[in-house]
């Protein structure tokens, strides 16, 4: 079974790549049911009615939800098509898109692809790295945001395909900066075609204004950019690996951060002391989730100033904190942890360094008293860190990650004795446990365990694998203790076939071990 990479992720659960999948297939067959289905007809027209389809049937509340799901398949098209198969799903679907301005697209003016009454058509092209715009595939363009750019040097070398330069992407780069100084209009595509120049073309009236006050997620990378809606409740500024222009770009956005936002992620972004204390002046108040994973806080000399600074401002509401991978040791996080807010549910603070005693210590002392999830691969050095932090964990936390760190059988034996009764996800992969402490640890399992990790523990073996059969919580569904030193194939077998037994029955599945087959 395989372990889900939780070092960059936000919550540990798992994918539901296939339940979206299996979503858009059943979506796909209501809708099509009486022949309402006319994907390829004008947004304008209205599908012949000959009868309601189920999907059609659903209260609009729903419509929309079902819309949402689809559309963080990553699949925007499918979105699209799901708001032309009847008049009263293209409401709530093209609502749903227009809501979530992610990975906006530029529009480029093509005199060389005008229509037949010699009005200029559009180039879609998209930002995939610093080095410039590239052609966006026509699926990919369907139902994507943009906006109309002007046409200049850069802009015509990547319509002609021609190598990028260092220098391109520089001007592109002031370009971006420049336009968060004035108003961009938001366009939804509602149709692409892909033309045999490689290009995807997209008409005039294949453009839908979108006003500003329905956008709520807006979602930046490499550009294009505009400023942040005035109601939008989410704003990403993700993957800007060009120093320079992260600083500026994320000074910039910092004023423009709206009184209704709540949710705000910079992931990979360098944040030095100026930048920061510009963005903690704007944050606002009511935020519930801050997300600064992947994001460099070290100062210009090394120190810790940002993340000093941050701690004395961090909003007082807030819920969820995401610093994963942001390597603060020391200062910085006893700055942090003595400043954490009683209100958090969620606290990541894994590839950070609890090295030092005073670190340790304030985060013990503040503790969230109604924490959830607490994530800190590879955060505890120091030897007796399980001995003072386990203690201290919260009973109401349900999900506890702690991979990476070499608890040993003792960590794991101070673990079991402080087990917080109600967890559902605890992860102890490459923790170099062995099967002693595997032997410890099952019989404190709480009974609302779902997913166990011991993975990558060379000392673990069948033997630990017997002892969690003979002791298994009712609700435990998921298991991986892939790459241990010791399982054996026949252990492995063990393993999965009882795994497979708990979860036919979490799914309501026949279990032919229960039944008396000759009866």
């Not at 942040?228 to 956005?253: D, K, Q, W, Y």
């Not at 490459?430 to 009974?447: C, D, E, K, M, R």
Request: glycine share 6%.
């Amino acid at each position: 079974m395989q372990r889900g990479d939780t070092s960059n992720s936000n919550s540990i659960s798992i994918s539901r790549s296939s339940r979206i999948d299996g979503l858009t297939t059943a979506i796909t067959h209501l809708a099509l049911v009486d022949g309402v289905a006319h994907t390829t007809g004008h947004h304008h027209e209205q599908p012949h009615d000959t009868g309601i389809s189920p999907l059609e049937s659903l209260p609009l509340p729903l419509l929309e939800e079902i819309a949402i799901l689809v559309l963080w398949g990553r699949e925007r098209a499918t979105t699209m098509a799901l708001a032309r198969a009847s008049p009263r799903i293209y409401l709530p679907a093209v609502r749903t898109l227009m809501a979530h301005a992610t990975s906006p697209v530029y529009l480029i003016p093509s005199s060389q692809h005008a229509d037949r009454n010699g009005r200029d058509q559009f180039c879609v092209l998209t930002r995939k790295s610093r080095l410039g715009p590239e052609p966006a595939p026509a699926p990919q363009a369907v139902g994507a945001l943009g906006f109309l750019a002007e046409r200049s040097a850069v802009m015509d070398i990547a319509l002609a395909r021609e190598e990028m330069r260092e220098t391109d992407s520089e001007r592109l780069d002031l370009d971006e900066i420049d336009s968060l100084s004035r108003t961009r209009r938001w366009l939804l595509i509602s149709r692409a075609t892909a033309h045999e120049s490689g290009h995807t073309i997209v008409a005039r009236q294949d453009l839908l204004h979108v006003p500003e006050r329905l956008i709520r997620r807006v979602h930046y990378s490499l550009g294009p950019f505009a400023p942040i809606p005035p109601h939008a409740t989410n704003f990403s500024l993700v993957n800007l690996h060009n120093g320079r222009f992260a600083v500026e770009l994320a000074g910039l956005f910092a004023p423009q951060l709206p009184p209704s936002l709540r949710e705000l992620t910079l992931h990979n972004v360098h944040l030095t002391a100026r930048t920061m204390a510009t963005l903690v002046a704007y944050l606002p108040r009511h935020l519930v989730i801050l997300n600064l994973s992947g994001t460099s806080m070290r100062g210009e000399t090394e120190d810790d100033a940002p993340a000093l600074i941050l701690a004395e401002n961090l909003p007082p509401r807030l819920r969820e904190l995401f610093l994963i991978g942001t390597e603060l040791r020391d200062h910085g996080l006893t700055a942090l942890c003595a400043q954490l807010p009683r209100t958090l549910t969620v606290l990541a603070l894994t590839g950070n360094y609890f090295d030092s005693a005073p670190s340790l210590a304030a985060l013990i002392e503040h503790m969230p008293p109604a924490l959830e999830m607490l994530l800190l691969d590879g955060a505890l050095s120091l030897p007796d860190s399980a001995a003072l932090l386990f203690p201290a964990l919260p009973r109401s936390l349900l999900h506890l990650s702690l991979a990476k760190n070499d608890l040993g059988d003792d960590g794991v034996a101070m673990l079991a004795k402080h087990m917080p009764p109600a967890l559902s996800t605890l992860m102890l992969h490459q923790t170099n446990i062995s099967n002693h402490g595997v032997a410890t640890l099952v019989p404190a399992l709480p009974a609302s365990l779902t997913y166990l990790d011991l993975g990558e523990n060379m000392r673990v073996g069948d033997a630990s694998i017997e002892a969690l059969i003979a002791a298994w919580p009712p609700r435990l569904a998921f298991v991986d203790m892939d790459t241990c030193g010791m399982v054996t194939m026949f252990g492995m077998a063990m393993l999965d076939e009882r795994v497979m037994r708990a979860r036919s029955r979490r799914t309501g599945a026949v279990d032919l071990d229960a039944m008396d087959v000759d009866s």
